[in-house]
């Protein structure tokens, strides 16, 4: 069974790249100053990161997999790491000289400060290995240029400034990552369209089999799951597509199908609760009268 490698300090992964360390916490990469490296007779490499690390991949070497996923990357290609995860890089044990940048950080580097509160709603940090972010060349210059900027402020060392304007430059570059991926939702319109058009297709099936009795209330990450897709990136997708959240999407479909239950048939609110998949006939009340102003008992009596 092959050994995980873990990072946990800023240090370590400067260590292994052949970088110095100009602050404990943060550091900017550029690979091509690694000494060429292997993993020996390692075929599949596991590498644990407690870091939150942003690699900007200039050249494959190797295939990168998170999950049961590959990275969908090529030159010029964004991948978000947060700490906790773990990726898995397939060799061919050959030496290969690493090329692209990265920005690591530590979790402290951020505590106490704007974007401490707001990193979680930086979604592509949980995104599947097949929902990487590609760049146009553009892009890639705005994200060296924000590389270049932090790497400055390490350059003259740490003083009571260091933190403040370090992580406004992370902040800075991860709104710009914001934009670029608003950017490719719409230029891979067509493909999302389908995604759009699959939801809808198993939304509708899971209503017409016995999955709402069995399973439940449908979920936002079993959808995600049958359209092999991060919960995170299947949100902001349906989001972008529709105006809509993917929750409040599957509560409109919920509210639809109930209003067709409720007129066309003389079933009960507690037989259509659970026709639905609600645990309490009172949750489906509750959600009904919030979604339509009425309870199903008085939108039946309107009609």
């Keep these: 069974m092959n050994r995980i490698h873990r990072f946990d300090t800023v240090n370590e992964y400067n260590v292994l790249n052949n970088h110095e360390t100009l602050h404990p916490l943060v550091s900017v990469i550029d690979f091509s ?67 692209g940048h990265a920005l690591v950080f530590h979790p402290d580097l951020i505590q106490g400060t704007n974007l401490a509160g707001s990193i979680h709603e930086y979604h592509f940090f949980g995104y599947n290995a ?12 705005i994200v060296l240029d924000c590389f270049s900027k932090i790497n400055y402020e390490l350059q003259q060392g740490v003083d009571k400034h260091s933190k403040k304007l370090i992580a406004s430059n992370i902040e800075l570059f991860l709104n710009y990552c914001e934009r670029f991926y608003d950017r490719q939702f719409i230029t891979r319109d067509n493909a999302n369209k389908g995604i759009l058009e699959k ?7 899971y ?11 449908p979920s936002v990450a079993y959808f995600a799951e049958q359209l092999h897709l991060s919960a995170n990136y299947f949100g902001d997708l349906i989001k972008k597509e529709t105006g809509k959240s993917a929750k409040e999407y599957i509560q ?6 109930a209003k067709n239950k409720i007129y066309n048939s003389d079933k009960t609110v507690s037989e259509i609760s659970n026709e639905l998949g609600f645990k309490y ?3 489906f009340t509750r959600m009904f009268k919030h979604e339509t102003g009425y309870t199903p008992n008085e939108y039946r009596s309107l009609n």
Aim: with cysteine; hydrophobic share 30%; net charge neutral.
């Design 199 to 205: 939801f809808e297709e198993l939304l509708n099936g």
């Design 252 to 257: 409109t479909k919920i509210i639809h199908i």
């Design 281 to 283: 006939p009172q949750h």
């Design 33 to 99: 100053k690694a000494n060429p490296r292997t993993w020996g007779e390692e075929k599949k490499v596991k590498i644990n990161y407690g870091l939150y690390c942003i690699f900007l991949k200039d050249v494959k070497c190797g295939d990168l997999k998170y999950g049961r996923n590959y990275y969908d990357y090529q030159e010029g290609t964004l991948v978000f790491v947060a700490p906790g995860q773990v990726m898995e890089i397939e060799t061919t044990g050959e030496v290969y000289q690493p090329k």
């Design 130 to 141: 097949n929902e990487a972010l590609h760049l146009s060349e553009r892009e890639r210059q």
């Design 207 to 217: 209503f017409s089999s016995d999955k709402a009795q069995t399973i439940g209330l």
